[in-house]
Nanobody, 126 residues
C-alpha cells in the first residue's frame, strides 16, 4: 500500500548539479528514516545517504560526502537529495527507500528495507 514517488532524475555533465525528491504519505514519512541507494550498471545497490525521522542526524557514503546533501521537508512529506559537483561515477538508478533502522541503509541491507520507490535514473557525462 505504501508508495514512494521519486522525481528529479535526468542527465548532467560532470561538475553540474541535480536534485532528487521523494514523496510518500504522512504516516510513512514521520515514522521512518528516509534515504537513497543507487545502482550502477552491472552493480548491486549501494548506500548513498539517509536521514533520521527527526532530521537531526544524516549519514553519507564516503563517495558522496561533501557533495550531496539530504534533507526532509516535513510540510510536504518529502525527502530531498541535492547532488552537487556530479561525477561520472554517480551514474545509476537512484532508489528512494524507507525503513525503521538507519543501519538498514548504511549497511546496504536491501533485503531488509521496508519500502522502495521505483527508482529514477541519473546519468553524468564527462
Amino acid at each position: 500500500q505504501v508508495q514512494l514517488i521519486e522525481s528529479g532524475g535526468g542527465s548532467a555533465q560532470a561538475g553540474e548539479s541535480l536534485s532528487l525528491s521523494c514523496t510518500t504519505d504522512t504516516d510513512t514519512f514521520t515514522d521512518h528514516a528516509m534515504g537513497w541507494l543507487r545502482q550502477a550498471p552491472g552493480k548491486g545497490r549501494e548506500f548513498v545517504a539517509v536521514i533520521t525521522r527527526s532530521g537531526k542526524n544524516v549519514y553519507y557514503a564516503d563517495s558522496v560526502k561533501g557533495r550531496f546533501t539530504i534533507s526532509r521537508d516535513n510540510a510536504k512529506s518529502t525527502v530531498n537529495l541535492q547532488m552537487n559537483n556530479l561525477e561520472p561515477e554517480d551514474t545509476g538508478v537512484y532508489y528512494c527507500a524507507a525503513d525503521l533502522r538507519v543501519i538498514t541503509f548504511t549497511q546496504s541491507d536491501t533485503h531488509a528495507m521496508q519500502y522502495w520507490g521505483k527508482g529514477t535514473r541519473v546519468t553524468v557525462s564527462s
